[in-house]
DNA sequence: GCGTTTTAATTAGGACTCCTAATATTATGA
DNA sequence: TCATAATATTAGGAGTCCTAATTAAAACGC
């Protein structure tokens, strides 16, 4: 397999602990969708699509959650079969589909994306301080991983071009969204935010330098 | 669904990004195994039991991986037919079945378990201290877990007998392992250790304590 | 403009996970 | 001792998940 230099052992301790905590979510999803009479694969595309009222592409959820087209395509038919999803031909591409959910299946797929779970009750014992830097450090990592292809691209408020990094330096909630017009923190930050559009290519990497240095913005803030 | 209170935003924003480094984790998992004709489900038991010479019973390793015990039966006779693993019976009691790996799936159950993924080089990334960071806040999440009963004991260094927290105060590595003799630093604790004992719960309790607050070691070094 | 290549989705086929319920067997305890 | 609990497995069934092959439409090259 990869012999080629072991890997630094707290590499590997992290991932441990990553997978640990995988172990529980995926428990608490089968509770939570057992009691639905679905299963994790079908509740993941509930909370998926809820937060998306447009719709998504076939492909593109597949790729959302890792998974290979033909397995979503069993999925998708499953939920279509539960009347919780509809598949309809994209008009700008023949060829795709886009999967919407029914008001069933959107009820049921906010229920998933909010509702609590072993994780959570979990997280809540931790400081705020804390639950910041672990979701800052969360961000980081998704960054990365987004950069190296290995998931798709978020909607995450560092790479919106809404978002402006230190607007109010020295203060409890440094950061701004432009679109709410409100000060944000560490702690309010978006992994999925509905109002997401992503900045141009130049201007993500200065924010996030702006960001991740707690630096002054380096661009004009006039280009919303 | 859980209409009552609903729970802390930034909480469910942890719980994404949790969920996230999983979909990533499980298609590591998927990568991996499907180089060795496996699946995650198998790949899953194997780097578990890497970690266990003695072996374990089939339903310690249901618990372990959060499945039931129907379907670890399942798996484990998938890994019999693949001759890498055998069942053998308990002889302290007669119900019970011992899982262990033959040679070769010990050997693919350790490269399973020290493979780099996608996941390990993001976290690589991150400063050393943040990394550090990182695994304290596992641990303290995992420790609330099996507190919780939502995972099985773990075999971590803050609940083991040999571990002396802060014993060399201000230091790099501040604590200290009897067993090896050795001072740990935050970056250096266990999660899953193969000569872990379990301390009495009070000493753990106290352990804890000092662990946490930075204190000094609260009880008598002398139980070794 | 028209063939070639690429892309999106699905079907086909098969291994296997995962569940609940039921069963056999052994341990535990009133 | 006899009922209860615990361990594992089998039975049955839904559905995930893969790769390979297929269909159809879009994009590209010249």
Same mark, same amino acid.
């Given at each position: ?30 509770? !939570? ?24 592409? %076939? ?32 008009? !700008? ?13 959107? !009820? ?30 969360? /961000? ?9 292809? !290995? /998931?798709?691209?978020?909607?995450? *408020? ?11 330096? %020295? ?21 999925? *935010? ?25 661009? %004009?803030?006039?280009?919303?």
């Amino acid at each position: 397999m990869d012999h080629a230099a072991d890997p630094d052992p707290v590499l590997i301790r992290l991932r441990e602990g990553f997978e640990r905590i995988a172990l529980v979510l995926r428990a608490d999803l089968w509770a !939570a969708a057992g009691d639905a009479g679905l299963n994790p694969a079908q509740a993941q595309v509930l909370a998926l699509l809820a937060a998306r009222p447009a719709g998504l592409r %076939a492909k593109a959820i597949a790729a959302h959650l890792a998974v290979s087209a033909p397995s979503m395509a069993d999925t998708l038919s499953a939920l279509e079969r539960k009347r919780l999803l509809q598949r309809t031909p994209d008009p !700008a591409d023949a060829r795709a589909v886009i999967a919407r959910l029914t008001e069933e299946g959107r !009820a049921l797929g906010r229920a998933f994306a909010s509702a609590t779970s072993q994780v959570m009750v979990a997280l809540a014992r931790l400081s705020p301080g804390e639950q910041a830097d672990l979701l800052l450090t969360q /961000i980081k990592l998704i960054r990365t991983l987004q950069q190296a292809g !290995a /998931i798709p691209v978020q909607r995450m *408020c560092v790479s919106c071009r809404h978002f402006r990094p230190n607007a109010h330096p %020295a203060e409890a909630r440094p950061h701004h969204c432009a679109f709410v017009d409100a000060p944000i923190g560490t702690r309010d930050l978006r992994l999925d *935010c509905g109002e997401h559009e992503a900045a141009d290519p130049d201007v993500q990497a200065a924010t996030w330098t702006s960001f991740a240095d707690g630096s002054p913005p380096l661009r %004009a803030p006039a280009d919303d």
